[in-house]
């Protein structure tokens, strides 16, 4: 966990220099979580989160200790309970409206082989760490300046995370393309699924590159993702 928070360090120092290469000024920092009962099986990326804590104006560097403070406990304690607190929530986020976490939800249950609780085996990562305050996809200029820390970023936690598979539920091109390339991963056939992007090893981590569930339909996408994996054992 040392050598990823070194590289956060290194993140949030480069939004600071970089500050002129992008527009956004308020942002939010995401750390990977890690379920209660993870059990080095299933990890889930996404593209980046849509509002977050862990907030960073790029004008205001007197506060990057109290962010990074903030990174690291992050770090040591987030797990994945917040998911069900808001399932159904009727006020704030309700997670039960959200396609990602739908399907995540299915696929844990389908990975754990039970249905409560099934999301604290898994642990939840994304592609771009830094998003807008606002919510929403950061821009292409906020992901290219991230974007070797994140690669960086993702190669540490799948190597401290330890998983079996890596499930990206972000599309290919545009979005995990760089970062699979970035990897070097080695591409396997791939299942005939309009809804599998990409298939591939890693240092004997099997990826599968999914596209997004927003829109889709979630059983067929659940299921093509399942076989997908399946062409692994």
């Not at 403070?69 to 797990?79: A, E, I, Q, R, Y």
């Not at 939840?124 to 950061?138: H, Q, R, T």
Request: hydrophobic share 35%; proline share 3%; net charge positive.
């Amino acid at each position: 966990m040392e050598n990823i928070f070194k590289e956060y360090e290194k993140l949030v120092e480069k939004l600071y220099t970089s500050k002129d290469d992008y527009s956004e000024d308020n942002l939010v920092i995401f750390t990977p979580a890690k379920g209660t009962s993870y059990n080095a099986e299933l990890m889930i990326v996404g593209r980046a989160v849509n509002g977050w804590k862990n907030g960073i104006n790029k004008t205001n560097k007197a506060n990057k200790e109290e962010i990074l403070k903030g990174v690291h406990n992050s770090l040591m304690t987030d797990d994945l309970e917040w998911v069900y607190g808001s399932w159904g929530s009727t006020t704030g986020y309700n997670t039960n409206k959200s396609a990602f976490w739908r399907v995540v939800n299915e696929l844990a249950i389908q990975f754990a082989g039970i249905e409560e609780g099934a999301i604290n085996n898994i642990v939840w990562s994304n592609l771009f760490k830094v998003a807008k305050e606002e919510g929403g996809n950061p821009s292409a200029r906020l992901r290219n300046v991230q974007f070797a820390h994140c690669l960086n970023l993702l190669r540490l936690e799948i190597e401290f995370f330890k998983p079996k598979y890596v499930v990206f539920l972000t599309d290919y091109y545009g979005w995990a393309e760089p970062f699979i390339k970035g990897l070097g991963v080695k591409k396997k056939k791939r299942s005939d699924s309009g809804f599998i992007k990409f298939t591939g090893t890693y240092n004997g981590v099997n990826m599968v590159v999914a596209l997004h569930p927003q829109g889709k339909p979630e059983e067929k996408h659940v299921t093509a993702i399942m076989k997908a994996n399946e062409t692994f054992k």
